[in-house]
């Protein structure tokens, strides 16, 4: 079956500009993640979606980030007044919680490329 | 606050050797997961270790954990160029949120 789709896979964008990072879950999986991961650097959670229940926005490391998951479904990450730290490569995952057969694991997107100059 | 460890951060071994990568964490938690990133791409699902004394392989790997030392193993037996990747440990906080360590890069020279 499909797996987790993300796009754009790269983006090129000038300090300043807003962007927004598209995340399509696996169909079902209740559970939806977003991670960033700096170059050779391990994975920062920002924020996880569970069924209808309000966002964890634990994660984000400023007001500047924000999401949304629409319908249950996809999800969007949208970067306000991108700084050149928000260079990253985005990851998304989803899963079926932990009341699902395979105990939360999480399966990952291909990722966003994100470079801001 | 729940913190995961790994060692070694960087491994470079021979073809052929065994090896065992280390994953210690700090709070109370019965899953655990192992992933393995190829540079560039995301993250592939190795291992989901669910109770105290779990014990999954897959060819050349296997992974095993113990929760009351808080520990999980991954060990490389008769390693082969193509198991280089990073490997992450990752472990559940208990709320469908899961921790993960910094990786250990694995090279293994032909």
């Known amino acids: 079956g499909a797996g987790v789709s993300q796009s754009p896979s790269n983006k090129v964008t000038e300090k300043g500009k807003d962007v927004e990072l598209r995340c399509d879950p696996i169909?079902?999986?209740?559970?939806l993640y977003w991670y960033r991961q700096s170059l050779g650097q391990g994975l920062e959670f920002l924020i996880y979606?569970?069924?209808?229940?309000?966002?964890?926005k634990s994660g984000l490391p400023s007001d500047r980030f924000s999401a949304e998951r629409t319908g249950g479904s996809v999800s969007t990450l949208t970067i306000q007044r991108t700084q050149q730290e928000d260079s990253a490569v985005y990851l998304c995952?989803?899963?079926?919680?932990?009341?699902?057969?395979?105990?939360?694991?999480?399966?990952f997107g291909p990722g966003t490329r994100l470079t801001v100059l | 606050e729940l913190k995961v460890e790994q060692n070694p951060l960087f491994l470079s071994m021979q073809e052929g050797k065994n090896y065992t990568i280390y994953c210690n964490y700090s709070?109370?938690?019965?899953?655990l997961y192992w992933y393995r990133q190829d540079p560039g791409k995301s993250l592939e699902s190795l291992f989901v270790?669910?109770?105290?004394?779990a014990v999954k392989q897959e060819g050349r790997l296997m992974a095993s954990l113990d929760t009351k030392a808080r520990l999980s193993t991954l060990h490389i037996t008769a390693a082969v160029h193509d198991l280089s990747a990073t490997y992450f440990c990752?472990?559940?906080?208990?709320?469908?949120?899961?921790?993960f360590g910094k990786g250990t890069r694995l090279h293994i020279l032909p």
């Open positions: 995952a989803s899963s079926l919680g932990l009341a699902g057969a395979s105990g939360g694991e999480q399966f």
């Open positions: 169909s079902g999986h209740t559970a």
């Open positions: 979606f569970q069924g209808n229940s309000a966002p964890d």
């Open positions: 709070t109370t938690s019965d899953r």
């Open positions: 270790l669910l109770s105290n004394g």
């Open positions: 990752a472990v559940d906080r208990g709320d469908d949120k899961i921790i």
